[in-house]
């Protein structure tokens, strides 16, 4: 499965997260995610993607119920 934020240097060094389903620039509130040393930027996309992950596992789960349980 793609990861959904990626992160991706700019031509001034920086590294910016690029939200892949957008293809923009990811926002954290009314802030883009940009400006970010190497580091910074896996990091937070590498969290990011997690919390994404278990958001969608909740989801699922929410969506299909185990067998033997209904609504």
């Known amino acids: 499965m793609t990861q959904r934020y990626q992160p ?3 031509s001034n060094g920086t590294w ?9 620039p990811a926002e954290m509130g009314s802030r883009t995610v940009a400006g970010l040393n190497r580091q ?3 990091e937070l996309a590498n969290l990011l993607n997690m919390l ?3 958001r969608q596992r909740v989801d699922d789960a929410a969506n299909y119920p ?5 609504d």
Do not use: P, V, Y
Request: net charge negative.
């Open 40 to 42: 910074d930027a896996e």
């Open 8 to 10: 991706n240097q700019e």
């Open 66 to 70: 185990a067998e033997g349980q209904s």
């Open 52 to 54: 994404e992950t278990r």
């Open 16 to 24: 910016t997260l690029i939200d892949t389903r957008t293809e923009r």
